[in-house]
T-cell receptor, first 114, second 114 residues
């Protein structure tokens, strides 16, 4: 069984400041890791994913996440946030055995303050 | 454009009535999923289907039913047995051949039971 813990339910941050959204997971097997973003009243969009290779993965809009196997973490970072980054962010894992279930964290609401 | 459509976007029903939420995809994905989202709860899996004419219960299947008669369609019925049906419902799909189960989401349906 897997579980995902997003340590902060809400993160307020001023525009142009850096931000880190924390995600820790628990699994008895190796995992794939994902970050999804949800804008108000919309579905989820994939932001970035870690499958293998380099532990640092980047998105096209400036977010990055680093897989840390020893700490079982996959924290999401952005060096300078914009108002348009205001959204809810979900961390998710799936196991490498090919399970058809994706386990989600409870989400972190990022509010960017002008 | 390929994608997942859900209809309607907003749905209102009286208590005790069954209601069916539509989900259609033209991505040629084999697997489809239904999630329920409540504030602060993240996403919880209701049902999923890996192939046509087959589906499995997720974590919170009680009070819900599904069918998968076509690859493109995976409707969800919220029955009168569901004690607290007011929620945001999300449909997703994924390619079965990919072991990492990257899921693509529809825009969601917000159901309000009066």
């Amino acid at each position: 069984a897997q579980s995902v813990t997003q340590l902060d339910s809400q993160v307020p941050v001023f525009e142009e400041a850096p931000v880190e959204l924390r995600c820790n997971y628990s699994s008895s097997v190796s995992v794939y890791l994902f970050w999804y973003v949800q804008y108000p009243n919309q579905g989820l969009q994939l932001l970035l994913k870690y499958l293998s290779g380099s532990t640092l993965v980047e998105s096209i809009n400036g977010f990055e996440a680093e897989f840390n196997k020893s700490q079982t973490s996959f924290h999401l970072r952005k060096p300078s946030v914009h108002i348009s980054d205001t959204a809810e962010y979900f961390c998710a894992v799936s196991d490498r055995a090919g399970s058809y279930q994706l386990t989600f964290g409870k989400g972190t609401k990022l509010s960017v303050i002008p | 454009d390929g994608g997942i459509t859900q209809s309607p976007k907003y749905l209102f029903r009286k208590e005790g009535q069954n209601v069916t939420l539509s989900c259609e995809q033209n991505l040629n994905h084999d697997a489809m999923y239904w999630y329920r989202q409540d504030p602060g709860q993240g996403l919880r899996l209701i049902y999923y289907s890996q192939i046509v004419n087959d589906f499995q219960k997720g974590d919170i299947a009680e009070g819900y039913s599904v069918s998968r008669e076509k690859k493109e369609s995976f409707p969800l019925t919220v029955t009168s047995a569901q004690k607290n049906p007011t929620a945001f419902y999300l449909c997703a799909s994924s390619i079965e051949e990919h072991s990492y189960n990257e899921q693509f989401f529809g825009p969601g349906t917000r159901l309000t039971v009066l």
